[in-house]
């Protein structure tokens, strides 16, 4: 049971383009969610998050959104550049639930942007 | 500060073997996380040590267990390794409760052949 579905494995782009990576969840208690980046090799990297009370969260060139109706979210990087090529993780949490601190993560998109 | 650092970094086992997997807290975090990444997948969630005691526990067999030490440091043991154990395992801090704010260290690659 996939309750977290990143349906893109990969993405390319043209440097100084904007990145669009979607996220998809089906359960309705997740109510934060977050992004993570991946480097070969690194643990994966806290990159925004997002409270379900909010629809967008923006951190410098990073913004989240979240349409709650549709039970989708997306990441936006504008302008992207060579070195945000690296796997992106959606991942949700329930901070109500019995198990607070798990996070449960969709399955990476590939990002590459190419100079 | 120092970030959260997993031992070993690579690792090749046997079937039926058992292994211990380390992992050393970011300081000033009290809560360890383990996480099993298979290949192209995303990290899936074993389970969570506050205080020394599991708190809270993914879909996993019991084979897998684990520990917490007074200095927040973590184990993941696996017993009666199988074949599809083969992933990377991601040991990740945080403080108490909290499920943003978690730092991830580089994991430890385990082989079973």
């Known amino acids: 049971d996939q309750q977290v579905k990143q349906n893109s494995p990969s993405l390319s782009v043209q440097e100084g383009r904007i990145s669009i990576l979607n996220c998809d969840y089906t359960n309705s208690m997740f109510d934060y969610f977050l992004w993570y980046k991946k480097y070969p090799a690194e643990g994966p990297t806290f990159l925004i998050s997002?409270?379900?009370?909010?629809d967008k969260n923006e951190d410098g060139r990073f913004t989240v959104f979240l349409n709650k109706s549709a039970k989708h979210l997306s990441l936006h990087i504008v302008p992207s550049q060579p070195g945000d090529s690296a796997v992106y993780f959606c991942a949700a949490s329930d901070r109500g639930g019995t198990s607070y601190g798990k996070l449960t993560f969709g399955q990476g998109t590939i990002l590459t942007v190419h100079p | 500060e120092t970030g959260v650092t997993q031992s070993p970094t690579h690792l090749i086992k046997t079937r039926g073997q058992q292994v211990t997997l380390r992992c050393s807290s970011q300081?000033?975090?009290?809560?360890v996380s383990w996480y099993q990444q298979a290949l192209g997948q995303g990290p899936q969630f074993i389970f969570q040590y506050y205080r020394e005691e599991e708190n809270g526990r993914g879909n996993f067999p019991p084979r897998f267990s684990g520990l917490q030490f007074p200095n927040y440091s973590s184990e993941l043991n696996v017993n009666a390794l199988e074949l599809d154990d083969s992933a990377l395992y991601l040991c990740a801090s945080s403080l108490q409760g909290s499920s943003y704010g978690y730092t991830f260290g580089s994991g430890t690659r385990l082989t079973v052949v």
């Open positions: 300081s000033g975090h009290n809560t």
């Open positions: 997002i409270s379900s009370i909010k």
